[in-house]
Structure formats: C-alpha cells, structure tokens
T-cell receptor, first 115, second 113 residues
C-alpha cells in the first residue's frame, strides 16, 4: 500500500456541471476525512467517515455536496451544479483509531477549476 | 469552537540557521493533540511533529522541535540547521481526541542559500 490515493489530480469543469472525486485510503484505516483548501488558506474540514458511517458534516458542505463511503473502503465526493466558488484543492486523509494519537495521512489532492 | 492562529504569513531563513514558526490556539478542552504539517509545492501534506497536550515534555524529531506552552495556548515550531528541502508551507493543526483536524492559515517558509 503506497498511501492515500486521490483521482483525478486535476479537474476542469464548466459552471453548472457535476463532478465526482475519488479517494482510496490506506487499507487498514477506518477513518476517512475530506478537506477543502483554497489558495493561501489552510485546509477546511468538510466531512468524515468511520468505516461506512458519515459521522460529521461541516456547514461548508452545502446541499450540492454529497459524500459516500460504501463498504467502508474508498470514498467519493460529488459536487452538483458547480459554481466558481467551488474552485479549490480537495484533500482526502485517512487514519486508524487503534490508538488515539495516530496521525492522519493525506493524499495529493484533486484540484478543481470551475470555469 | 476551536481556532488556530498563525500570525506569520511568510518567514525566511538562511540555510543552516534556525527559525521559529509561531502558532496559538483556542480551546476549552484539556485533552487534545497539536501538530505541525509541511506542505511542499507538490501539495501533499506531511506530518512534521506531534504533541500530546497531556505531556509536559516538548516533542522533538531530529532537527524539528516544539515549544508547547499549554497555559498560554502556544505551540511554536523550531527548525534547526535549515535545509533547502525545508522550504514549504507549514500548517499548525489542532485535534480533539479522534475528531477532525483544525488548521491555521499557514506560514510560507523560504530558505535562502
């Protein structure tokens, strides 16, 4: 296992189109997190899963955003009716919870540009 | 709500010198974790160092060390013998228990050869 994998790395879409991103976590990690990072800012939390259960969603996650983690493996983040304000880097991270101090490992992110 | 503040948007240091990055945070919790993450231009976030709030001893990892002042809610990162590969964005982050990370806005570190 080589770490957290995110696809695609880059996505350019027209305003109003739907987009879907995929995250494959480290296989033994049962926690999976999505963050959004705009230029010059730190990552902002969007949502997280423990196995297949979505445990928390940020207020940033409008009704145009939906995330799933079927079977507790990979996760998808879908944005419907994209807006220019959705342009950002979308980061995925995973961690185990066998010990409370385990670190989160991040993927390289998916850069979304809405034109 | 927990907040993390990094007041230095940019810092620069001569190669081989020492630099300190500042971070303050706000929380009413007593049990939490603090982290410094490095994000090079390739954009993948990498953990630099971690501090458990219940530990009084400051964490160290090779050339990286922290100054954790719990009462002052301060968590600074010291990088000794700076190297060109240390150039990156550095983010301070807070985590309560097994929950999400809350990040600061970052400090861009430039290494001057």
């Amino acid at each position: 296992d080589t770490g957290v994998s995110q696809n695609p790395r880059h996505k350019i879409t027209k305003r109003g189109q739907n987009v879907t991103f995929r995250c494959d976590p480290i296989s033994e990690h049962n926690r999976l997190y999505w963050y959004r990072q705009t230029l010059g800012q730190g990552p902002e939390f969007l949502t997280y899963f423990q196995n297949e259960a979505q445990l928390e969603k940020s207020r940033l996650l409008s009704d145009r955003f939906s995330a799933e983690r079927p079977k507790g493996s990979f996760s998808t983040l879908e944005i419907q009716r994209t807006e220019q304000g959705d342009s950002a880097m979308y980061l995925c991270a995973s961690r185990g919870i066998s010990k409370s101090n385990t670190e989160a490992f991040f993927g390289q992110g998916t850069r979304l540009t809405v034109v | 709500a927990q907040t993390v503040t990094q007041s230095q948007p940019e810092m620069s240091v001569q190669e081989a010198e020492t630099v300190t990055l500042s971070c303050t945070y706000d929380t009413s919790e007593s049990d939490y974790y603090l982290f410094w993450y490095k994000q090079p231009p390739s954009r993948q976030m990498i953990l630099v160092i971690r501090q458990e709030a219940y530990k009084q001893q400051n964490a160290t990892e090779n050339r990286f060390s922290v100054n954790f002042q719990k009462a002052a809610k301060s968590f600074s990162l010291k990088i000794s013998d700076s190297q060109l590969g240390d150039a990156a964005m550095y983010f301070c982050a807070y985590r309560r228990g097994n929950e999400k990370l809350t990040f600061g806005t970052g400090t861009r570190l430039t290494i001057i050869p």
